[in-house]
């Protein structure tokens, strides 16, 4: 990830903390999530010069990659210890 993909991950997230704050992710459709992240998506696409579908897809596929990055460093932390100790895991990942 770049770091410039990176800032905008970070900017969007930032943002949807914000504003999704106090909803159930998995009891609130995605339209209104999406809805809620819209006016950060279009204030970058007009930054950039994108189409707000183009930062969408964008974010999507950085929210994946971030994912996927998170899941390799918890695993490779619970696979490389031998003290199962789950604070002591925990403690790591800080």
């Not at 999406?34 to 579908?53: F, H, N, T, W, Y």
């Amino acid at each position: 990830m770049t770091p410039e993909n990176k800032k905008i991950l970070d900017r969007i997230n930032a943002y949807a903390e914000e504003v999704l704050a106090d909803i159930d992710p998995q009891k609130t459709r995605i339209s209104y999530q999406l809805d809620a992240l819209r006016p950060v998506m279009q204030e970058i696409a007009d930054e950039k010069g994108m189409s707000i579908e183009d930062v969408f897809i964008l974010y999507m596929d950085l929210a994946s990659e971030a994912s996927v990055e998170a899941q390799n460093q918890l695993d490779a932390v619970l696979d490389g210890d031998e003290d199962t100790d789950f604070s002591k895991i925990a403690n790591r990942l800080n």
